[in-house]
Nanobody
Framework: HVQLVESGGGSVQAGGSLRLSCEASGYDARTYRMGWFRQAAGKEREDVTCTYLANGNTVYDDAVKGRFTVSQDTAKNILYLQMDSLKPEDTAMYYC???????????WGQGTQVTVS
């Protein structure tokens, strides 16, 4: 069982930047990839990025490609989501999870709110 804690959300103006963090504790040998997801008010949770932990390769949703960047600090077990050129449509609660598919991921953080005006 892996515990995840997201942080770094906030309110920014369009064009601004935020960096989210997802700190993981505990260990599950079955975890080989992690995802960032977001859920806007009244909408379903959607995947944003998928990172393969062994090599750091990340797949980005078309909506964020070129604007968002994932990195990881393997020593601290932290996954980062650098968000640049933010748009109002990026407004959502952002979550990290221990898989890249919503119905597969067993471990989720509590989420961190991002608001872009």
């Amino acid at each position: 069982h892996v515990q995840l804690v997201e942080s770094g959300g906030g309110s920014v103006q369009a064009g601004g930047s935020l960096r989210l963090s997802c700190e993981a504790s505990g260990y599950d040998a079955r975890t080989y990839r992690m995802g960032w997801f977001r859920q806007a008010a009244g909408k379903e949770r959607e995947d944003v990025t998928c990172t393969y932990l062994a090599n750091g390769n990340t797949v980005y949703d078309d909506a964020v490609k070129g604007r968002f960047t994932v990195s990881q600090d393997t020593a601290k077990n932290i996954l980062y989501l650098q968000m640049d050129s933010l748009k109002p449509e990026d407004t959502a609660m952002y979550y990290c999870a221990t898989d890249c598919v919503v119905w597969v991921a067993k471990d989720w953080g509590q989420g961190t709110q991002v608001t872009v005006s």
